[in-house]
């Protein structure tokens, strides 16, 4: 009985094992036009939870134990083409060879992306405030939330999760480019290369990448492959209102050829007299060439080279008495000379980069992917130097009606004055040119009263990666990476111009004791021309060692990974003038000390299947940053010092998300948690409270440590196709972005001497003791765009390839960004330290109430048409920004000039407003952005 027992059970197992033999889904996905392989495909079984992706070459394959049989759909999806479903019977140990699979482009997706990323120029060409307005610029993918933030949040300074974008990182072929002064990307050095930007991955948050550790706000990898391109050209030509008039686009890439070389070329210029605001010139030109060789089946290697200088001019922050005045498109740093418009204030960038990268195909499934590039060029930014005179500029306070009726009882002559400045104001309100020149030939010797000084900084930067992707078994991965990064960076101001002078006197306007005013005490009373630097003139050298290990186990109901990271950084720096101010003892000329931080971080994860359409995910991290080299130094411009209490920054963070999603219905939703500490702040700005009492007048740098921020909130994104050609999308992010801390603050200044160490600061025969002030910040909002946002929006798109899209989005919950220094015992405390005699508590919290900025709608309009005719592509894409016209804010600062009790309460109180008012960031009204192309 036993043996009959032990037959039956072996044949039981055999009809099991046969009933449960391997199935195999297999083939080749082609472009439908050119016939090259489409990589990135995403293939699934409908109703089954194994999702794959076609390689380089276009191939895929499903391959289970438990494939369902019978008749099944096989759905392969990609954001540039159209959706396909395919129908195939599944049987027990057979193999279906799909090969080829043809996929028709979807010409009005690949438009739109071309279109929209071309919209935000602006924001990618500015440096500080609106440069964190892009966070989301280039995260559209499949996900519906982040394709509202790329497509109609970014414009309005909304940062995902409250997160500016020096939280992700960007890399182009495995290449950070995240600057190591600021941790942030400029854009800006690959700016006008729409059409080669498309073969872009984005890891969201956390979630794992291929090509390095990654950043709290995620990852955006861009391919710049020669290889990878279609074969075909583009040429196209664009019309807008926004940050230019004008772009002209040509480019053409072979794709794979029989000799084995691939090649990519693009040439594109944007141009304008203006953007919306006025006074913004832009004149932009972008060259780009791939050039990639196959060595042989597993070696390539690709070279690029990036050039794309581009100049343009800047606007600023308004108040609120200037905005009712000239509008909110008012820029005061542009005048008229010989008949054409001039700024003060222009930005120029020209950093050229060279890549070189190396692939190599170990085995399938695992490569290795080394890189090295080089990058070097200047950045420069020009401004009025007045030389402690009166500030030319229309917008300067004294000019302003307020400024005549700032006593509590004007005068019939001070409404008289006021008048006068108001109708001057409105009438001109521009830069004087010619003023300027006048002013300059009546002064003795010819020596210059104003200049145009461009502060400059030339970087030569060697970057170089290795990393490694590849499969230890079946469920198993394994990734790693080690970048190097090595920068030398000059830094100076240059006369730009000396607007009809003979030389300008290299001195501190302001000062007043000779020996300190010299900006360098070995070559004083220098009188400088054009083109030579003067006032600092600094290097720093700077070295940054990253490395990351990573394992995921892809499970059939569970993916899991692990991830951990290093980063290490050196700073130091090089004064090459002897400031007068910090000659005795020496702390600006030579090197400074060194500056060495190394940093440890790890993140994990995971997704549960719970089938084929739910799912859920959970990430959580422990990150540790190293401070950027622009919070390490006091003022580097003037001297060596080195901010005390410079600590590693740290991050920690979770989410959990759950995912839905059919073939018509896609919804993600997520709560997260972000908790900073450890942040370093710098500002730079005038003040009366210099010495923490009133009417201490003095430029200072304010330096903020242990600054931390708790941000918690949802993300929901939602699309439903209701017919095949029609859909409704939403998404909406509910967050709350507070401060958790209570920092330490000290000012640092030319008039003055902080130690911040003993307390005591030391200047013109004026000492007080108690130099760090602690910063009550505590559940005050961290400002930078709207917490809350929501959209609602409908799109159809025609079978005969013209599409129509409306999305109406509001934004709430902005707040101004704070001063510092107004929470600090500076606000309270007499020249004594004792607390004004008329000091009352309810008062004192109805001037430190942060502001609010209102609520608003912004309803934009998309859409676009393509025809095929034979070979070639026409087609046009045009959209509309704030339809509606809405005025609204999308940010704004408190000034820091007067931040005491008795100060503020005077501001308060003037009857026609205040000097110092809150400075506010305008949205645009209705703009438009029209693109007509033609590909082949």
Same mark, same amino acid.
């Given at each position: ?29 082609? @472009? ?51 959706? &396909? ?64 933030? $790329? ?18 990182? %960007? ?80 480019? #053409? ?16 210029? +944007? ?21 990639? +060789? ?23 922050? %308004?108040?609120?008495?200037?905005? $009712? ?51 070097? *060029? ?121 607007? *009809? ?33 003067? &006032?600092?003139? #600094?290097?720093? &050298? ?66 549960? &299947? ?33 901010? @005390? ?44 409270? $210099? ?59 030319? @008039? ?103 609520? #608003? ?6 859409? *676009? ?72």
């Amino acid at each position: 009985m036993r043996c009959s027992g032990l037959i039956v059970l072996f044949f039981m197992l055999m009809s099991v094992f046969g009933y449960t033999q391997t199935s195999v889904v297999k083939g080749r996905i082609l @472009d439908s036009y050119s016939g090259t392989a489409v990589p990135a495909v995403q293939v699934q079984i409908l109703g089954h939870l194994q999702q794959v992706q076609s390689d380089s070459n276009g191939y895929f394959i499903i391959s289970e134990i438990d494939l369902p049989v019978g008749e099944q759909i096989i759905q392969l999806s990609h954001d540039d083409y159209l959706t &396909k479903k395919l129908r195939v019977t599944i049987n027990n140990g057979k193999t279906i060879d799909l090969n080829p699979v043809l996929l028709e482009a979807d010409l009005s997706v690949g438009e739109q992306q071309t279109g929209i990323i071309s919209l935000t120029d602006y924001e990618l060409d500015e440096e500080e405030e609106s440069s964190q307005n892009i966070s989301g610029l280039l995260q559209a993918s499949r996900d519906v939330f982040l394709n509202a933030v $790329a497509y109609d949040f970014s414009a309005t300074f909304f940062k995902p999760r409250g997160l500016d974008n020096s939280h992700s990182k %960007l890399l182009i072929n495995g290449i950070v480019m995240n600057k190591l002064v600021s941790g942030r990307p400029l854009w800006s050095n690959w700016g006008g290369l729409n059409d080669l930007q498309r073969n872009i991955a984005y890891d969201r948050g956390t979630t794992p990448g291929d090509q390095d550790f990654g950043g709290a706000n995620g990852s955006t990898h861009i391919l710049m492959r020669a290889s990878q391109y279609k074969r075909g050209g583009r040429i196209s030509y664009a019309l807008a209102n926004r940050s230019y008039e004008g772009r002209v686009m040509v480019s #053409y890439s072979s794709g794979h050829t029989r000799s084995k070389w691939s090649y990519s070329v693009l040439i594109s210029r +944007r141009f304008g007299e203006r953007g919306y605001v006025e006074g913004t010139p832009y004149d932009a030109n972008s060259v780009f060439i791939a050039v990639e +060789r196959a060595l042989n089946e597993t070696h390539s290697l690709n070279l690029v080279g990036i050039y794309t200088p581009v100049q343009r001019g800047r606007s600023t922050a %308004l108040t609120e008495e200037v905005e $009712a005045l000239k509008g909110n498109s008012y820029n005061p740093h542009w005048g008229i000379q010989d008949g054409k418009i001039r700024s003060s204030r222009i930005r120029y960038i020209e950093e050229p980069i060279l890549m070189l990268n190396h692939y190599w195909k170990i085995s399938e499934g695992n490569k290795i992917n080394n890189n090295i590039a080089y990058q070097s *060029g200047k950045i420069g930014n020009s401004r009025l130097d007045y030389g402690g005179r009166r500030n030319p500029l229309a917008n300067y306070y004294q000019r302003l009606p307020s400024y005549f009726l700032r006593n509590p009882n004007p005068t019939p002559l001070d409404f008289q004055l006021a008048y006068e400045a108001e109708q001057e104001f409105i009438n001109n309100g521009q830069l004087d040119w010619n003023s300027l020149y006048e002013a300059n030939t009546k002064t003795a010797g010819g020596l210059s009263a104003y200049i145009i000084q461009e502060d400059v900084t030339r970087d030569t930067q060697l970057s170089m990666s290795s990393i490694y992707n590849g499969s230890l078994s079946e469920t198993v991965r394994l990734d790693g990476g080690l970048s190097y990064r090595i920068l030398k960076s000059e830094n100076y101001a240059e006369v730009n111009d000396l607007l *009809g002078g003979q030389g300008y006197l290299d001195i501190d306007h302001f000062g007043e004791d000779t020996n300190f005013i010299q900006s360098d005490i070995q070559n004083p009373d220098r009188i400088v021309i054009a083109g030579e630097r003067y &006032k600092y003139n #600094y290097e720093i &050298k700077a070295s940054n060692l990253t490395a990351f290990i990573q394992t995921r186990i892809n499970l059939r109901r569970v993916d899991l990974y692990v991830t951990g990271g290093l980063s290490q950084v050196n700073y130091q720096r090089t004064g090459l003038f002897q400031n007068g101010y910090f000659a005795q003892p020496n702390r600006s000329l030579g090197d400074s000390e060194t500056i060495n931080f190394t940093a440890f971080s790890a993140k994990f994860g995971g997704l549960y &299947k719970f089938n084929g359409r739910h799912f859920f995910e959970l990430n959580a991290a422990m990150l540790a940053h190293p401070p950027t080299l622009r919070n390490s130094f006091v003022n580097p411009r003037q001297n060596n010092d080195i901010v @005390d209490g410079l600590a590693i920054e740290n991050t920690r963070l979770a989410d959990a998300s759950y995912l839905f999603r059919t073939p018509n219905v896609k919804a993600r939703v997520s709560a997260f948690y972000n908790e900073l500490s450890n942040r370093t702040e710098i500002g730079f700005y005038f003040t009366q409270n $210099a010495l923490g009492s009133e009417d201490n007048n003095a430029f200072v740098q304010e330096i903020v440590t242990g600054i931390g921020n708790r941000n918690v909130g949802l993300e929901i994104g939602a699309e439903v196709k209701i017919f095949p050609t029609f859909k409704i999308k939403t998404a909406a992010s509910l967050g709350q972005y507070i401060y958790s801390s209570n920092p330490v603050l000290y000012l640092s200044g030319d @008039d003055f001497d902080s130690d911040p160490l003993d307390g005591v600061v030391e200047g013109n025969d004026i000492e007080i003791v108690g130099s760090k002030r602690t910063v009550i910040l505590e559940n005050y909002h961290v400002a930078g765009g709207p917490e809350r946002a929501a959209q609602i929006g409908l799109e159809y798109r025609n079978p005969n390839f013209w599409w129509a899209g409306i999305t109406t989005n509001y934004f709430s919950n902005s707040y101004v960004d704070i001063s510092y220094l107004r929470r600090t015992p500076d606000f309270y405390t007499d020249s004594d330290g004792l607390p004004f005699s008329n000091y009352d508590i309810n008062t004192a919290q109805a001037l430190l109430k942060q502001e609010e900025l209102d609520d #608003y709608f912004l309803v934009n309009v998309v859409g *676009g048409k393509s025809w095929r005719i034979g070979g070639y592509y026409i087609g046009f894409f045009a959209s509309i920004n704030n339809l509606l016209d809405s005025r609204y804010r999308t940010g704004g600062f408190e000034d820091s000039r007067r931040v005491s009790y008795q100060q503020q309460l005077e501001e308060k109180n003037r009857r026609y407003g205040p000097l110092f008012g809150n400075k506010y960031f305008f949205g645009n009204g209705t703009t438009y952005y029209v693109n007509i192309y033609l590909r082949f």
